[in-house]
């Protein structure tokens, strides 16, 4: 169905162009070079003494005096310091002269529009006692402390000004509802302190013309507008006069004060930050016309309570801010120092939750959630963090009722119908979500919110002002307590400071990392230049005590002969060791180079080699599923497996020994670019017990006699290891002394595109 235009259906009526004006002033239209009247209002007769007819076409200069003029051209210039208004005087028919304001500006469709009021005889008497009382009020508004204060004072002060029956401060929420949060009023009028006002009651295109306009007066509802006339081949329903003092109101919001009792009305718009905080409302239940001069006071008292409002909002609730503030300091000093991240917030649940108030809070990083107070449990967490990504607003989200806009939010509305989010790293997963309870609210409604509607016999739909005003109740469901601006201030902050905290770690910690590499680079070299110094001069110490056995065995006692041979079986060993050391630090130093390796032809190869080299052994080799292929690097996966492997042959005293080599998961892990796979190798060995399990990975460490199990110089699980760290994996072992031992290990490879 189509919704056509209606005189009421205000949402849509162009408001800004009406083609006419309230009746108790005159509007012109000028042209730009002389000032020649193109455009002016039916009630010309009325205000003026002239007919529109004898009006148009003709130079505004026959009937202002010259000097005016340039006043008016003067308030054009944006450079000049002439402003509004402009006191004239025109002479009207049968010779009786009128004294006016005049308001001129530029429209936003580029006329040149001048706008006369007629100057009240009291005006002058009115605006000196009035400016007495400006006095008097800018000196009370210094002195209040809170925002309360200051909209007490401000409706009072108005009221004592203008004389209306009834002044509010009326303030929008988030969602645009208003709200009447001050009141001064005549004893015999019904209260409106505390009653909501739905959005729809002052729709968007009034509110941005109350945004371009500090002051708008309707001094009486019932008097018809006039409409503009212009010369032939002009619109004057083209005028834009959203800048026009005198433009006549919406019939929808003429309806409305009706309907409301109001016969006059006057707002001032409160404006924070160049949004439409609120308004000073005026309403009169007679008519009444407020002069230019006072609704000057007024508009300077709205532009300065507007000023304060950023004060007076600061200083609300300061104790309570103070409190958050300290609290958020003594948070970050636990963290500055802390290296877990989730750790650090998990470790002070109750100052993380007084930080916003909350109640309840979940703290994620990557696959890891921490659950404090009273929260959704945590599939329910896992799912909401998988929706709420995309709805981040510079790293920030709040709502004060997140079923509204997640649906799946209903089923834990009673622990979190309220969220404030925060993302520190949206790459590596780590949130911080506050959770509020649902609050049921009981909200006095100035009648019932929802405007009635009809059908019309056309088809087209009239939205109809509210005709009764009288208290509405609604319980507000599927909200939850509204998070102050202090809460997500702090929000703000601490996001901040910890994303400060971790880049510093990070810096020290790469300072640290490029320092370990220095180190290790500088102790491989010099553990690989003092291995092959030391060489020389053993080899020597060896061969010499050879040949001391060689020519002079006949000569020594057998005590001599005794200690050369230790002596050579010791120097042997020594060669070992450094051999060993060697290897080790060539490991380090050379690069890995990775290819495609089927590691079952690998271990194959690695079984057969073993078979040769313990033909005495009788060894079942088991291979429970195939092994993968990997990108590796061949000769250092060979050395790994038969270290390991042949470990398992080594360190066994059984009959029966069995070896066993697979893989622990049939598909490899993804972790972001990398693929891993974990390998393991089983065997029913000695085994080890728990509290050697760490110390075998250590270079030289063995748990046995050298000249027992075979011997060795202990560095075969260190170089093992460290080839598993060269593939970006880890290695650990499971072992029951006297049953057996398992080695698992992961090997990690890039993603192929």
């Known amino acids: 169905m189509n919704q056509a235009l209606t005189v009421i259906n205000e949402e849509r009526e162009p408001i800004h162009t009406p083609g006419s004006i309230q009746p108790h002033g005159l509007l012109c239209v000028l042209s730009e070079l002389d000032f020649r009247i193109t455009q002016v209002s039916l009630n010309a007769k009325d205000i003026f003494g002239i007919t529109p007819e004898n009006l148009l076409d003709r130079p505004l200069a026959d009937f202002i005096e010259g000097d005016r003029i340039a006043e008016i051209r003067a308030c054009l210039d944006p450079d000049s310091e002439q402003t509004n208004p402009i006191n004239l005087s025109v002479t009207v028919d049968e010779g009786s002269t009128q004294f006016f304001n005049g308001i001129v500006h530029r429209a936003i469709s580029g006329e040149i529009v001048l706008e006369l009021e007629l100057i009240a005889a009291t005006a002058k008497r009115d605006f000196t006692q009035s400016y007495r009382h400006l006095k008097d009020t800018l000196a009370k508004i210094q002195v209040t402390k809170t925002l309360s204060e200051l909209c007490d004072l401000i409706v009072k002060e108005v009221r004592q000004i203008t004389g209306f029956d009834r002044v509010m401060v009326y303030r929008f929420n988030e969602t645009g509802d208003g709200t009447v949060i001050a009141e001064d009023r005549k004893p015999n009028l019904e209260p409106f302190l505390g009653l909501y006002y739905p959005d729809t009651d002052i729709p968007q295109r009034a509110k941005h013309l109350y945004l371009l306009n500090w002051l708008r007066l309707l001094p009486d509802v019932n008097h018809p507008p006039s409409l503009l006339t212009g010369l032939p081949g002009t619109e004057p329903a083209d005028l834009d006069m959203s800048h026009c003092v005198l433009r006549s109101l919406s019939p929808c919001h003429i309806e409305y004060l009706q309907n409301m009792g109001v016969v006059a009305s006057m707002s001032i718009s409160l404006i924070q930050e160049q949004r439409l905080w609120g308004m000073i409302a005026c309403h009169h239940n007679t008519p009444k016309f407020v002069p230019y001069e006072i609704r000057t006071i007024c508009e300077f008292l709205g532009q300065l309570m507007s000023t304060e409002l950023s004060v007076k909002e600061a200083t609300q609730n300061l104790d309570y801010k103070l409190r958050l503030k300290a609290t958020e300091v003594q948070f970050v000093n636990r963290l500055t120092n802390a290296t877990d991240f989730l750790q650090a917030l998990e470790d002070s649940p109750d100052d993380l939750l007084a930080l916003t108030g909350a109640q309840g809070a979940a703290v994620c990083e990557g696959d890891r959630i921490a659950l404090i107070g009273s929260t959704p449990d945590k599939e329910e967490v896992i799912d909401l963090l998988g929706w709420l ?16 806009l997640y649906p799946n ?10 969220l404030l989010a925060m993302a520190i790293s949206r790459t590596q997963h780590r ?19 929802d405007n009635p509607t009809r059908i019309e016999a056309d088809g087209s739909v009239t939205i109809s002002p509210r005709q009764s005003f009288a208290a509405w109740q609604e319980t507000v469901r599927l909200k939850s307590l509204n998070w102050l601006q202090c809460e997500i201030e702090v929000a703000i902050e601490l996001r901040s400071l910890i994303v400060d905290v971790i880049l510093a770690q990070t810096d020290e910690m790469a300072r640290v990392n490029l ?19 030391l060489k020389e001069p053993l080899r020597g110490i060896h061969n010499y005590s050879n040949f001391l056995m060689e020519d002079y065995a006949d000569v020594l006692p057998e005590d001599g002969v005794t200690k050369l041979q230790t002596v050579v079986r010791l120097t042997q060993r020594m060669d070992d060791l450094i051999s060993s050391l060697m290897h080790y630090s060539q490991l380090g130093r050379s690069e890995v180079v990775r290819q495609s390796v089927d590691l079952n032809v690998l271990v194959q190869q690695t079984i057969a080699t073993l078979k040769i080299s313990h033909p005495q052994h009788q060894i079942e080799f088991r291979l429970p599923q195939p092994l993968p292929t990997i990108c590796c690097d061949r000769s250092q996966m060979s050395e790994l497996f038969t270290n390991l492997i042949g470990n398992a042959i080594k360190y066994n005293d059984n009959a029966e020994k069995w070896v066993e080599i697979g893989s622990v998961e049939s598909k490899p892990v993804r972790n972001g670019t990398q693929i891993s796979h974990t390998l393991y190798i089983r065997d029913n060995s000695i085994g080890i017990p728990p509290e050697h399990l760490e110390r075998i990975f250590e270079i030289f460490k063995r748990l046995h006699p050298q000249d027992q199990y075979g011997g060795g110089t202990g560095a075969g699980l260190t170089i093992v290891r460290k080839i598993v760290e060269r593939h970006e994996g880890k290695i650990w072992v499971e072992s029951t002394p006297g049953e057996g031992s398992t080695f698992y290990f992961t090997l990690s490879e890039a993603v192929k595109p």
């Open 431 to 449: 949130y911080v979500l506050w959770f509020r309870p649902e609050f049921l609210q009981t909200v006095t409604w100035a009648g019932n919110p």
């Open 409 to 418: 939010a209903k089923a834990y509305k009673k622990v979190a119908s309220g």
């Open 515 to 533: 320092e370990l590499t220095r180190s290790n680079i500088e102790l491989d070299s010099f553990a690989y230049i003092a291995s092959h110094d």
């Open 389 to 404: 990504p995309d709805r981040f607003e510079n790293d920030l989200f709040v709502t004060d009722s997140l079923p509204s």
